[in-house]
């Protein structure tokens, strides 16, 4: 399957990351339609707000299977937050329990965010090959970590 990554801006300002199967043009036009019918979500605000300087921007072509484009996808929201942008993506791993796919959604808060960037130097690795073990680290080491599910 091939996918593009991509960031939606406004006045130079990136605040959202995505991904389609799509033309960019099409998916733009998906996200304004959706922020009518969800206008409360940080990302519908943004939008509504700016409607017509929302611009759609190529970040990359991914070739690869679904886990693939979603862990690149990930990537690319951690990369943009340890830039200093303020996207609006929430980190969304999919699961499978019970034959159902279960969406596992939590906010990676900044400190994490520069330890796996950190880590990722110190070893002279990819940040996408250090952001999993970071992630699960981060997660074990929490008393209380809010996750909402939703079944799919």
């Given at each position: 399957?091939?996918?593009?990554?991509y960031?939606?801006?406004?006045?130079g300002?990136?605040f959202?990351i995505?991904k389609t199967?799509?033309?960019?043009e099409s998916?733009?036009?998906?996200?304004?339609?959706?922020?009518?019918?969800d206008p409360?979500h940080?990302?519908?605000?943004i939008?509504l707000?700016?409607?017509?300087?929302v611009?759609?921007?190529?970040i990359?072509?991914?070739?690869?299977?679904?886990?693939?484009?979603?862990?690149?996808?990930?990537?690319w929201?951690?990369?943009?937050?340890?830039?200093?942008?303020?996207?609006?993506?929430?980190?969304?791993?999919?699961?499978?329990?019970n034959g159902?796919i279960?969406?596992m959604?939590?906010?990676?808060p900044?400190?994490?965010?520069k330890?796996?960037?950190?880590?990722?130097?110190?070893?002279?690795?990819?940040?996408?090959?250090v952001?999993?073990?970071v992630?699960?680290?981060?997660?074990?080491s929490?008393?209380?970590?809010?996750i909402i599910?939703?079944?799919?």
């Amino acid at each position: 399957m091939e996918a593009k990554i991509y960031y939606l801006s406004y006045n130079g300002t990136p605040f959202y990351i995505g991904k389609t199967t799509g033309s960019l043009e099409s998916r733009l036009c998906q996200h304004r339609s959706e922020s009518l019918r969800d206008p409360q979500h940080p990302k519908s605000i943004i939008i509504l707000r700016n409607k017509y300087y929302v611009q759609i921007s190529e970040i990359e072509t991914i070739i690869g299977d679904n886990d693939l484009i979603l862990k690149t996808e990930e990537y690319w929201v951690f990369q943009f937050k340890a830039w200093g942008f303020n996207v609006v993506n929430y980190c969304v791993r999919p699961k499978k329990q019970n034959g159902n796919i279960i969406k596992m959604i939590f906010h990676i808060p900044p400190e994490v965010l520069k330890e796996y960037k950190l880590r990722a130097v110190a070893a002279d690795k990819s940040p996408k090959e250090v952001m999993e073990d970071v992630l699960i680290e981060w997660v074990k080491s929490q008393k209380e970590v809010t996750i909402i599910t939703l079944i799919t």
